[in-house]
Structure formats: structure tokens, C-alpha cells
């Protein structure tokens, strides 16, 4: 398992009041899981949910389940956004 | 004779060296052709126009509009538009404002008001439902936006200028309550007549050829906006500010003068961060059924917070993460009436030239104790503020630096760099206005702001951009917020990203070149209205034009056409349509050469389907959409374009 920082944004952020935390996971299947157990299933009232999320892993997306991750891994999460 | 509802029959002519009004001919068959808004604007002004006519002639026409949809009580409808030669870009612009001032236009009983000629002293123009009333000005001159708003009669609709407009800065804008027509320097126009302020008031409203279908559609359509994931959702938790980090994300983020898509602080200057500690409350224009405003407090006032640009041109761009100083920069531009993005884009540029030891104006990059007093000096043409209020366009012509002059056509780009989006690339080096995202088909919306298309390809990009172009057009014709137009892309597209269903229909995206440009040549193929655009609906029954994605795509199109041949009429050259060569010749990511934008492989595309030739419409195009100009004139602008 390797020891990660997650970041959210966008309405993760503004639904769940964390701007970052730390979980074990090995794949970024897990991720998701992990951080509704370390989150306490948290409701986000716009019915997102987090593995709906546009992810990237070290500053570069990524959409494979499967991706391994290493420890010090840094993910963010962002909902959908546009208009500006 | 007359009988399209939804309009108030009347466009008011305004001479301003007379002191006089009369109303300006406009019929139901010129409706019918323009709709409303900037492509009855663009019209008007064409047909106006003069080869070699300067913004600040005193022939220039500034010229308001609204859209039918305005006072009918469709969601997100008080938008209204200013057209006029632009001094900061020596073309058209067209400048749109959510404030209500359109709405009180229309209780007064007019669709449109043009003003002409050059009042000798400073002048408020009142609009009445039966008169036009001259009052003296100088009592305003001077005033803050704010200000001079406080000091007209309550209950009215205003147009204002402040400092920035009297002393012509080249980008300065006009307010509407705290909305702005921005970009393009319309309030410079306003200044050099002399035209402080407008007041509009009457108690008239449009009539509607439907009222219970159109009810019925408003209804769905306040649904959709609030229930779709951008309109419903992201807007009004974050705001536009909400891009920064998804901008961050896709390298998108204008960050060192457009040199870098990403800057290390963008959490310090994100919209999650301005939700978190500084926002007070939502606020909407009227109408408005998103309200994605952001209401902050400046020295214990509460005052419109920073949008994403202002975000990102004062923050990354500049290299400062002090989203404070941020909000207070804004709230000083929004006093002294200047159109932010071009504002913090000249500022750039200088910190640039200096950084490269060409001309030192004490602006540096990451160093922001002086900003604020270069603003003031800016908005008042002092010292060194009298250069920079020419913007980034001049000055690269005065001192050097063209390649890293970011702006297009002369007027300074949003924030976003395109270099990892190159479609919006396209967008803005073939925007009639110059560098502006919205006007260049917002086609960042389908390269990961909203659909998560490849966005190094340039496969399809010239077909989506016209389409999203010529959409965007009429739905501002209308009188609509554009942000309503985010809600025609389906709300799963958006909201499952990582289904396979979307990734395969997002993978398609670039290849549907063929079939759009078969929509935009033959309009007549789409005459059913789709479901997923309701503005086509809500003009059918507000004003009993036949309407459907057809006409809503040929009124973009003669709106585009129409302003393109105005702009070589006053002396825009062939193959205008480009961008400084950091975006366009530098790579942004130094071993990936995709990361450019490739405006030599798409433009070509783009002008075969837009019946351009070198960025100029053919003759057999303005015939084809009924644009009628002199073949002695056109011929004569097309010489002098490639001269």
C-alpha cells in the first residue's frame, strides 16, 4: 500500500470542506473507496461522487483504474467546470 | 407593417453635437434578418461605417442594443450589447453587460439607441418613455462608477463611465450597476462624446406572440439551468473563479505572461480558495437563474468579488498569490472603470519589457506593492500610466516585444493560454473583437473545461470553432447570458467522464468536422428544433419569428459575416487573423511540439468553411447571407486589405 496525499477541488472541496488528506491505497481504484472511508461516506449534496472525478497523478491526468501508485503520489481530484 | 411581439418597435437616434432624437428606421424585415443584439449592431454599424472611420471620429456610432428575449421574462435575459469602432483595436467591438440597463431600455420603449455626433460639454442622456431629457454632466465628471451612479435618479437604468472613459484610456469600459461592458474600450467612446452617464426609465414591456407555450418552456428551461452540472452546480458554488485549478490542471492557466500554463500558487488564487475565505454571498444579474457572482468585501464593503480572469491575469500571470490584493485590484479597476483583462494584460507586458531590459516602467514581475497606483495612473493618463493606457499592442509597436505582446487584432487575451488548447487558439485569432474567449467560440468549453476532447489536435477544431462561434453569437442576440449556452452539452458528458460511453463519443469529437460544416452551409438541413437548446423555442413564441438551430445558426453567421466585412471596410488586412508568435511559434512544453497552437494548419480549414479567402469574406458569401453591401465598396476594402 503506498501512503498518498489526494487533493480535491471544485465542488469536492466545496461539498466535503477538505482541501487535501492522506490515504493508503495501492491502485487508483482503491483511492476512491479509501476516501469515502476516511471521509465517512460523505454526502456531497450535487450528487457527485468521487470516482466520477477527473484525476491527476503527479500533476498529469490519468484515468486508468488500474494505475499503481507509489508512495508520495499526489492526486487531484476535480468535478467538472467550465464557464469563465 | 409590424407585428413581431417581443420587440418595442422602436431604436432610438440620439445626436449628441444637436442635442436632438428622432427614431432610426428599423423594420420587421431587418428583425427577422438580425434578430437583435451585436448582429443588429454589426448591421447597423455597416451600413454606417466609412473606409478610415476611427473610434474617436465624431461619425463613430455607439450603438445599444437588446434582444427580444429581454423583458419577457426568460431566465438569464437582461444582457444587452454596445457596438462601436473600438480604439484599442481600430475595428468593431461588441461589448456585453448582464446590468438591467437593456431591460429599463425597453420600458421606455425602445429596442436600440445610437448615439452619434460629440456633445461639447459632459452630458447625461435620460430616456423616458415619451421624451429625451439632456441634463449637464460636469457635476459627474471626475466621479468613480460607483459614484456617479449614487448620484442619479434611483429606480432607473444607468449607463456610466468613470475616470478610465473621461481620460479615453483605450480600454476602458462602461458599468451597468456593478456589471461591465468590458472589453474593446466602449467607455473611451462614451468619453470622447463627452457621455457620462444614460438613464433609461419607462414602465412599457414587450408584448409575446405565446405567453402559456413560453411560460412552459422557461419553466423546463430555469430546470435545466439549475440542474446541469455547470449552470446548476459549478457556477454558483465557485463561480468562474472555480477554472483556476481545472485550468492549472490542463497547463491552460496564463501564467508569466502567457510563457507557462501552470503557476505554483494557483491555490492561493482558486476559486475554492475565494468560496472558502472571502466570499459573502452569490449574486445575480437579473434574470439570472445560475448567479455565479461572487460578492466580497473591500474595506468593509460589499463589492463584486474578482471573476476567473482578473484571477488569473492579476494573479499567475503577474506571478502574485495574494488573492487579497487581488480583490482589491479589481474592485479599483471596477471604480475607475477599466476593462480588467486588458488592463492586467498591458501590465504583463510591461513587467516583460522590463524583465528583458527594454523599457522599465517599476513594473516586475512578483512584485505587486505599486499596482494599484499604476491603475490610478493609468485610468488618470499620468506619467508612465499614459503609455500603458494605450495597451500591449501599442506599446510593443512603440518599444519592441510583438512575439510576447499578448493580445489578438490589439486587444489582450483572457487567461486562458492556449497552447495546451490550441482550438481556442484558432477561436482567438479569428474573433472579430480581437482577443476575447467569448467572442472566440469559448472552444476551451469541449478541450477540458466542461468535455474532455484532446486538445493538441487541430483535427475538427476550424468546424467547432465557427459552429460555437456562430451559436454564441445568436444566443447573445437574443439577449441571453452565453453561459446558458454551456447547458446545450449533455449533462453526462460532463458529469461521467470516465464512463466508456463518454469516452467514445469525446474520442469522436475532432472528426465531426464534415458534418458541421454541412450544418453551417446548408442551415436549411436542421429545421427542427432540438431540445437542448431552448433559446430556438423561446424566440418562436416570444416573437413569432420561425426559429430553429437553423436560423439560430444564420443569424451567428450574418452577425460574423457581417462584423468581419465592416472590419476590412475600416482597414483590417488579409490574413489579420494571428497570434503572437510565443503562442503560435514556441512550444509551451519545450519537447512536445504539439504544445503550440497550429493556426497555419487549421485557418486554412477554417476560411474554406467560413467562404473566407485570406480572413475576408467572398462576395458570393455576403449574397449567400443576405448581407447587402456596395460591390463598389466591397471591392475597394478587399483592395485596400491586401495592399
Redesign the interface.
Known sequence: MAQIKVKL???F???T?V?ETEIQAEKLKDVFGALNDKLGNVQMD?G?AF??A?V?IN?E?C?KKGRKLNDGDEL?L??????? | MDHYDGYMGQVLFVDLTKRTHSLFPWTDKDRRRTLGGKVMAADILLHHIKPGMKAFDEDNWLVVTTGPLTGCGCPNSSRFNISTISPLTGILTSSNCGGDFGLWLKRAGYDAVIFSGRSETPVTVNILHDDVIFTDASGLWGKTTTETQEMLPKRTGKLVIGPAGEHKVLYACVFSGERTAGRGGVGAVFGDKNLKAVTAFGTSLPTVRNREKLQKINKKWVHTLKTH???G???P??G?A??I??MQ?HKILATKNFSAG?FDGF?KI???EL??NHLVSNAACTTCAIR?ARMVKVDDKVVKGP???ILGLLGANILNDDIEKIIRWNWVLDELGMDSISAAGTVAFAMELAEKGVRDFGLHFGQTDNIEEMFRKIALREGDGDLLANGSRWLSEEFGGKDYAINAKGMEL???TPRHAVGHGLGYATANRGGC?LNAGYM??VEG??L?VDSLTYHGKAALAIMFQNLMESVSAGGECL?TS?AVLPGFL?????WPLT?IILAAFPYVGPVVNLLSHFTKAPMINIPLLPESYAIKYATGIPSTMATMLTWGAYGYNAERIANVILGQKADADTLPGRLTDEPQDPDDPRTRVPLDKMKPTYYRARGWKDGIPTWHRLRTLGIKIDKSVYDAAVKEAYR
Open positions: 477541488f471544485g465542488v472541496r466545496v461539498d470542506h482541501a450535487s457527485l470516482k466520477d477527473l491527476y500533476g491526468p484515468a487531484w476535480l468535478s467538472p467546470a467550465s464557464g469563465g | 452540472p455547470l449552470t452546480r459549478q457556477l458554488k465557485l468562474t472555480g477554472l485549478a481545472p490542471a501552470r491555490e482558486s476559486g475554492e468560496a472558502e455565479c471573476e476567473l480572469e483572457a487567461a486562458y474567449h476551451v468549453v473545461l466542461g474532455d453561459f454551456y460532463i458529469d461521467k467522464p470516465n469516452k
